[in-house]
């Protein structure tokens, strides 16, 4: 069974002057100012969690420090415990000759954050879908409005198949240079997609519409 080790997780990512906050992902979090706040009730021995935050730079910042991190809990006693701050330096990752990024950890961690990017992107449109969907039924079929309804579905659909094969592709292509074992439930889940997609594309085009 997973052991505890540590409760009422509070961090805190103080970004340096210059460093703009445009977006983040990981467990609960609200932003005020220059600080992201994250809040995770239960770490386990052994866990690897990951927040992803997205920043722009306005300048170079001071000493290359984005940012400082801190950390406070409680610890299995129920005492408090305060950990930090942790500088984030700015790095310079030296790319291959593809222009990729070489190292695993980042590397992986791009794949990861591609991927939520792309699901988000796909349920915004999946959500267009559904409301395009419900407006066909107010239109007579055959009819001009009714296959300019569909030719939307069937537009929004295929895009959101593109961007299955593009995020398929790129996982593969991460995963095989990491050497596999990579992002497997995350392909699985793009492959279902695929099908899905293919379906509602087929339902709209098979009909004569």
């Given at each position: 069974?997973?052991?505890?080790?540590?409760?009422?997780?509070?961090?805190r990512?103080?970004?340096s002057?210059?460093?703009?906050?445009?977006?983040t992902?990981?467990?609960?979090?609200?932003?005020?100012?220059?600080?992201?706040?994250?809040?995770?009730?239960?770490?386990h021995?052994?866990?690897?969690?990951?927040?992803?935050?997205?920043?722009a730079m306005n300048?170079?910042?001071?000493n290359?420090?984005?940012?400082?991190?801190?950390?406070?809990y409680?610890?299995?006693n129920?005492?408090q415990?305060s950990?930090?701050p942790y500088?984030i330096?700015?790095?310079?990752?030296a790319?291959n000759?593809?222009?990729?990024?070489?190292?695993?950890?980042?590397?992986e961690?791009?794949g990861?954050l591609?991927?939520?990017?792309g699901?988000?992107d796909?349920?915004?449109k999946?959500v267009?879908?559904?409301?395009?969907?419900?407006?066909?039924?107010?239109?007579l079929?055959?009819?001009?409005?009714r296959a300019d309804?569909?030719q939307?579905?069937l537009v929004?659909t295929n895009?959101n198949?593109?961007?299955?094969?593009?995020?398929?592709?790129?996982?593969t292509g991460?995963n095989?240079s990491?050497?596999?074992?990579?992002y497997?439930?995350?392909?699985?889940?793009?492959?279902?997609?695929?099908?899905?997609?293919?379906n509602?594309?087929?339902?709209h085009?098979?009909n004569?519409?």
């Amino acid at each position: 069974m997973p052991v505890p080790a540590a409760r009422d997780l509070r961090m805190r990512l103080v970004l340096s002057e210059g460093i703009v906050f445009k977006n983040t992902w990981g467990y609960q979090n609200y932003v005020e100012g220059n600080t992201i706040y994250y809040y995770l009730p239960t770490l386990h021995h052994g866990d690897y969690e990951t927040m992803f935050a997205e920043v722009a730079m306005n300048k170079i910042p001071q000493n290359n420090s984005m940012g400082t991190f801190y950390l406070d809990y409680q610890d299995l006693n129920l005492n408090q415990k305060s950990m930090g701050p942790y500088p984030i330096r700015l790095e310079s990752f030296a790319p291959n000759e593809n222009g990729e990024i070489t190292d695993p950890r980042v590397r992986e961690a791009e794949g990861f954050l591609s991927s939520a990017r792309g699901l988000i992107d796909m349920a915004n449109k999946t959500v267009k879908i559904g409301s395009l969907e419900r407006d066909l039924s107010q239109h007579l079929n055959p009819s001009p409005q009714r296959a300019d309804v569909v030719q939307q579905i069937l537009v929004e659909t295929n895009q959101n198949r593109s961007i299955v094969k593009i995020l398929i592709d790129y996982l593969t292509g991460i995963n095989n240079s990491l050497g596999g074992n990579k992002y497997e439930k995350e392909l699985e889940i793009l492959q279902n997609y695929t099908h899905t997609f293919a379906n509602v594309y087929n339902a709209h085009t098979n009909n004569g519409e």
